[in-house]
């Protein structure tokens, strides 16, 4: 029977012929109190684990003794000691649990054992291999492996001994699991509860996305951490930041794997949870760059939040996206949304504040705040900008008609036809009672062309109107000047044309 996980050291000594003399080998008495140690010592438990397989090699002749943990939600074992020379390569060997000696040893709580058969032709070396199941009652923690290549087979009452002694470390164990466990979470809460915070308090809807995804990788121990949220204009839904991408060629194979799998997740309405990317059939293109990753629904179908190449926080969490790991980004995405749902009624509200009540336009403190931004950013790319005034002069009132309400029904439809006539990125606003102001980004040569469409837009929408017996022939005049061409202070230039009106 084949045995996959023997690994032949180049040092050292499998059991024979050069193994120490038995005279020289620790005593029953000696072993049980190193792991008497053991069990006491004020170390960290990855290296007691380390110490354990070097006291059950020393013990037993120089067997080979490797120590897996057990991932009861994959049903995977994991290497996390062994004294032999594997190279790992910053990824823990895993194997499945099924149909191995160490799923056989804890499915059934025995040891299991194999012996080669004698050899002819002269062998004076044999092989055999105990798995001791590494428990506490009915509860697996993983498997200790002994493999001994040598003369003789391994004493009957040192491999019991050597069983004992498993046993009782896994006592430690699994009280240090547990006590790992429990001061994660409270670690993760305290985090999430700080993070949350900071999060609801961040209004401004440009600064949640990234501090979202920055913290939420970092609480959850990722590689990275990407935010996807539907747009409002167009239904359909975005990555609005990306923590963690390491160059522009793995960026965008591990956007393209969050597109796919964003995809299904909005679908379903499901969370996606993908251990192992090398081997799922539609995801495996990506497995050069992604090892695992985690995708999961915001509220409503809003969007997603996907974490990605996720490693054990430390040896005895041995699963990739943990049960725990799961409810902890389900209270992080809660924050989340709240902070998202914040940040949008409080930009709203702000756009509400600064919107012309009549017409729905910004007012006149927008239009400078705007002006301001866009010379800014004409000085900073050498572009060139137009911006026009347009007065209309109201018709006389009609007897029929109160002179106030036909001038507000006026306003409202001469606004509606100028934001019509221009450009989506372009800025309307009403910056008195029977003006607007407009700003137009990245002109090319003069200003004539949006002025005669505007004039055009104007005519045709009174000449509707008066039609229909509502409206008057209005007096409307332009004023028009160009950044840097005719000045290069927005507010001055303002005021300019609002005195040539």
């Given at each position: 029977m084949k045995l996959f996980y023997w690994s032949i050291r180049p040092e050292g000594n499998l059991g024979m012929p050069n193994e120490q003399p038995r005279a020289q080998r620790k005593t029953i008495g000696e072993f049980e109190r190193e792991i008497d140690e053991l069990r006491g010592s004020a170390r960290q438990l990855g290296s007691s684990l380390a110490a354990l397989v070097r006291a059950l090699s020393s013990f037993l002749g120089g067997s080979a003794v490797a120590i897996y943990l057990y991932d009861a939600e994959d049903d995977e074992f994991v290497l996390r000691g062994s004294t032999q020379n594997m190279h790992l390569n910053g990824e823990a060997q895993r194997f499945r649990a099924c149909r191995s000696l160490p799923g056989l040893a804890t499915a059934e709580h025995?040891?299991?054992?194999?012996?080669?058969?004698?050899?002819?032709?002269?062998?004076?070396?044999?092989?055999?291999?105990?798995?001791?199941?590494?428990?506490?009652?009915?509860?697996a923690l993983g498997a200790v492996t002994v493999t001994n290549i040598a003369a003789e087979r391994l004493s009957p009452v040192r491999l019991d001994a050597a069983r004992r002694g498993v046993l009782r470390f896994a006592e430690v164990l699994a009280k240090a699991r547990s006590e790992e466990a429990a001061a994660r979470r409270m670690s993760r809460l305290s985090a999430i509860n700080e993070f949350g915070v900071i999060l609801v308090s961040s209004l401004a809807p440009e600064e949640v996305p990234a501090l979202a995804t920055a913290m939420t990788s970092?609480?959850?121990?990722?590689?990275?951490?990407?935010?996807?949220?539907?747009?409002?204009?167009?239904?359909?839904?975005?990555?609005?930041?990306?923590?963690?991408?390491?160059?522009?060629?793995?960026?965008?194979?591990?956007?393209?794997?969050?597109?796919?799998?964003?995809?299904?997740?909005?679908?379903?309405?499901?969370?996606?949870?993908?251990?192992?990317?090398?081997?799922?059939?539609?995801?495996r293109d990506w497995g050069a760059r992604v090892k695992t990753f985690l995708c999961y629904p915001l509220a409503g179908g809003e969007g997603t939040i996907t974490l990605f190449n996720k490693d054990p926080e430390s040896p005895l969490a041995p699963a990739r996206f943990s049960l725990e790991d799961q409810d902890v980004l389900l209270h992080l995405a809660r924050y989340i949304e709240k902070a998202i749902g914040n940040a949008a009624l409080f930009a709203n509200s702000r756009k509400l504040a600064e919107r012309d009540e009549l017409t729905g336009l910004p007012d006149r403190a927008n239009f400078q705040t705007r002006l301001l931004t866009e010379i800014s950013r004409a000085k900073r790319f050498h572009l060139r900008i137009a911006l026009v005034t347009c007065e209309v002069q109201p018709p006389p009132a009609r007897e029929d008609a109160p002179g106030d309400q036909a001038a507000k029904q006026m306003m409202r439809r001469v606004a509606q036809v100028i934001r019509s006539a221009v450009r989506d990125y372009d800025t309307v606003a009403r910056i008195a009672d029977h003006t607007f102001g407009i700003i137009l980004p990245q002109v090319q040569n003069g200003t004539g062309s949006p002025i005669t469409r505007i004039q055009n837009a104007i005519d045709k929408e009174v000449d509707l109107q008066r039609r229909a017996g509502s409206a008057q022939a209005l007096q409307v005049s332009f004023s028009h000047m160009t950044f840097p061409d005719d000045g290069v202070d927005g507010e001055q230039m303002l005021t300019r044309l609002e005195q040539q009106n």
């Open positions: 025995r040891t299991v054992s194999l012996f080669e058969a004698p050899g002819g032709k002269g062998g004076k070396l044999r092989a055999e291999e105990h798995v001791f199941p590494l428990e506490t009652g009915a509860h970092f609480i959850m121990g990722t590689e990275g951490c990407i935010l996807r949220l539907r747009n409002e204009k167009t239904a359909e839904t975005e990555v609005r930041d990306a923590h963690g991408l390491r160059d522009e060629a793995s960026g965008l194979e591990i956007l393209a794997l969050e597109k796919l799998a964003s995809e299904q997740v909005l679908s379903t309405g499901k969370a996606l949870l993908v251990r192992d990317v090398a081997a799922h059939e539609a995801y």
